[in-house]
């Protein structure tokens, strides 16, 4: 049977068939809002990847009428009558699944009702501008330019913060994290990324010291992109991302944009030179979108048990396939002989081993998305201090570019040219995104704990990947993760696939595992 | 001066700066609804486009939504207030522009406030998936495939004209033809395409029994599909399209969507065997893509005098720049010397008389689209009285095959061999269209009126396009066309533009003046 079949029965047994009338008009309610945020997703992944650079001012108005007609239903007060008949309904009947699905809705109308209309709308005008002058201002390496639009970016996330802080979130910073890392709070964060920092600096420093780099020559293989193209949709329809339900394009940053049900859409970025880091950046993409497509969306599109459980649990899903996947000898087994004969003879002399020693050399780069698995973490502890002191006004928009310099001198211990090797390097910022990064390196822990629980409930799993099968890899995540939506919390569903609660060390230990033999430490 | 510096100043003078308030809050009513409307047409490209096929339902959904919500706000009691007062406002001012786009907007609320929401529903959920099945059953040859999807846009067409019609368009083809081509009757076009008829056969015949055929051995010649549309590309911007503001992609159908202002986007479609046919296609979308793109769409998005003139108009502009400009001795004269540096060595032996005959083959076609410039309005008369048989209920859905073929032996001398080559071909009954084939031939006759004009004003044409040097057609066109919109209907504009009222002399004297000494008749 094959594991496609599985996806649409997978899940939630008989999706709520006791569920009475309101809750079903509920649900219907959902679904229509869905339809028309979904219609946002479209025209947010057409921004990226095909619309004219003249169209953006009607783009911004456009995004801008969806999110505000989006936010009107969801705070109307025929809402909120529907999810409250729904509450009592379901309180009488006490289908659990049902109950956490309630339970999600009225966290997101709680939020949402929370967010002034007036916000929501200069919010989506703002970061359609505010991208457009970022992509333009990288290009020029003109700081001055994107400056004024961090600024307004900044002011609506204290706007937003400040609308959504309660007794838990206290803090300007702790709101804003809530809003993607449901449940995790700012002193958390700094207690974990502390301890990781901790051991880190360490084995960074020992790996430095250790006179090894692996070679990286084939680094600069130059491969025609619309090769590279055709082998990478290959690699990513292998894996499990369904292309009859999804595509792969390009763009400056590469994104997965979970449209709705049948509709994903990734992107990665080519150049001619850099076959591996596309690669890359394509089984990261995928990892979202494989998640995306095994949410249980047809049967409950717009009801958050077909939502992802936050982001940094979808993070571990697209870092499992980038780097526990595809930077192991088992993977290389498997894909280097497919690559070779594709571009063959560019890859002709290339061993296993030797792409597994470029693909986990330990050294500081300036960008991040180009960063190794141990440095990378450094980067976000950057981000996550930076975006704090400016959101909290300790860091002036106009010290950016310096303050960001001074902390890669000191953690990384190189120099930053100009500010498209720096500040202006990340798109988030300009969508608005302040408290999104942290979700990136907890992504990072929550990948390494599956991968832990999973590696030791599959031991054929090396086998499997040396022969090019992911099917049981994949089935194991859709039944541990992918199928839940948001049933349980990350913190729950970490526990419930791993047996405990997440800490920093599978992560260190798989590092340790993989990079001690490499450098000879 | 560049003519692209003229665009934005051309048009409406002052754009209405006296007017009061109610008109304001009106035309920014319109623009906001317009926004909305936009986004649909987004997602209508990225369906023909992009889309992935699993999408389909959804994508009926989100379309259905859209169609929906700008139904509700054209037809809703605060729109009809707003307009009312604007009215009022106006009628006291006495502005003439400010009184034409109101006698428009008035015209498309009485059009709108008849269409009853559920139909509007039913309509954009239907045709998304009946052009989804249409494309399956044209690649499959199963016309029994979409024969139901065909009776159900036949029946929401009789539900749509049943609403429209009125005592000036009593028939229910009068009520659709309206809605494409205002002011035009059923009658009318009957009058017109026999009188076109009975001069275009006796030509035809001539032309057969002239023994002389051009040869047509240059398109066979293969050139590679990412030269073609690299050249294609620069082609379309050479003759005036701005790609700052638009795309050109590919569809199974070739298209032109004017999303709204800075956005415009154009479709073609390639064969390695069919350079002129793809070429062709090209410089047609680009003719609508042209007049899209100067209609005064930033300073009045979503007023009439930003719109079209009717479909007949907008088919003119295409029609112009596709055959009177494309299949011209002068224009080949600049473009096969391009054609040649490009494609070398492919063309290296082509000559200009070559490819004037190549392009002026009059020949009896299956395919309307791939038909010449004479006998392509027989396809038109077919599709008009087919169309009519079935919404009057005189022709069953599954008896349309064989009408179809008999016609086409009839009127052509050739045997339909399957139904991909006959009634399953266009995509115009799928997305619900019927009353909109006959504005394909009132493009032709008003594209050869307008072309008739403006070649008397414009002594040196010829050697402007010999030169590639597009900008005093181009100039002439939104001088007398493009800038207007709705200001006037398309026969008063046809008139203002060449003095007299539509008749097909024009086009039966360019196309007697081109094909006669070409045929030897």
Redesign the interface.
Known sequence: MSDTATTAGVGNGSADSNAGPAYTALRQELR?TE??S??GA??GW?QET??????????A??AA??SQ?VHDRRTSSRFAELLAAAEEEVAAGGDEEALANLREVRRDFETSTKFPASLVRDFAEVTTMAQFEWRGARERNDFAAFAPWLNRVIELNRRKAEALRTEETPGLYDALLDSYEPGMRTAEIIRIFTDLRGRLIPLISAIADSGRLPDNRIQKIRIPIADQAAFNRRVAERIGF??????L?TSTHPFCQG???????LTTRYREDSFFDALSSTLHESGHGIYEQRLPKSER?GEPLSEAASLGIHESQSRLWENFVGRSRAFWGWALPEAKTVFSPSLNDVTVDEVYGTLNRVEPNLIRVDSDEATYNLHIMLRFDLERALLEGDLAVADLPTAWNDRIRSDLGIEVPDNRMGCLQDVHWSMGAIGYFPTYTLGNLYAAQLWEALASQIPTLDEQLQAGDFEELRGWLTQKIHRWGRRFTAPELCERATGKPLTADPFMAYLEGKLRPLYGL
Chains 1, 2 share one sequence.
Request: net charge negative; glycine share 8%.
């Open positions: 229509e339809a028309l979904s219609i479209v025209i057409d095909y619309m004219p650079p003249a169209a953006t001012p009607l783009r108005e456009q009428l969806i007609l369904d292309f009859q339900a999804g595509r394009d449209v709705g049900p049948g509709d994903t859409r599109m």
